[in-house]
């Protein structure tokens, strides 16, 4: 039998909507999200395109990207 179970949803203020706002990550780049991102410390393209936040040359399918991805969440 399947077993749901709430969670607590991860929603912004009024106020930060539109710094936490992003474009679906498979609809940029990587460079494209690095631009948009760029001095927005609360955009969740720090998650879903956590290579971001990594050096250039990274694999975006890379362990430590997913761990970036975790850590930002996180916070």
Do not use: W
């Amino acid at each position: 039998m399947i077993r749901i179970h709430p969670f607590t949803a991860l929603r912004p203020t009024f106020e930060d909507a539109s710094e936490v706002s992003s474009d679906p990550y498979d609809v940029i780049s990587t460079s494209e999200a690095r631009e948009r991102a760029a001095g927005k410390p609360k955009s969740f393209l720090h998650v879903v395109r956590s290579e971001i936040d990594l050096p250039e040359d990274t694999d975006c399918h890379a362990p430590e990207v997913y761990k970036k991805a975790s850590d930002n969440l996180q916070g």
